[in-house]
């Protein structure tokens, strides 16, 4: 039902930087939560940060991304958005979307297909 596609991904060198943009086939502002995830060959996937909608707007971000990577929203363009600063070759990996949608008690888990992103040294 709901579609969400990455774009904004590539070949970039050290120290350079990326924007990945998420963009959501309806409006994101009724989504509980949405974030970025990355899975990098061989490894597991991990959260590299999360954003949490209603009264109160909370971020979050894995250690390894915190000071260089940006978590941000607009919910007139239903995208979500990871700027990406002072890129490093263990940050390469295949960046995954999702959304969270609560309602009742219930919950919808939503992803993209995922944007490759290659840091090269």
């Known amino acids: 039902q709901v579609q969400l596609v990455e774009s904004g991904g590539g070949l970039v060198q050290a120290g350079g930087s990326l924007r990945l943009a998420c963009a959501a086939s309806r409006s994101i502002f009724t989504f509980n939560a949405m974030g970025w995830y990355r899975q990098a060959p061989g490894k597991q996937r991990e959260l590299v940060a999360s954003i949490t909608f209603g009264v109160s707007i909370i971020t979050n971000y894995a250690d390894s991304v915190k000071g260089r990577f940006t978590i941000s929203r607009d919910n007139a363009k239903n995208t979500l958005y990871l700027q990406m600063n002072t890129l490093k070759p263990e940050d390469t990996a295949v960046y995954y979307c999702?959304?969270?949608?609560?309602?009742?008690?219930?919950?919808?888990?939503?992803w993209g297909q995922g944007t490759q992103v290659t840091v090269s040294s």
């Open positions: 999702n959304a969270l949608e609560r309602s009742g008690g219930t919950q919808i888990n939503y």
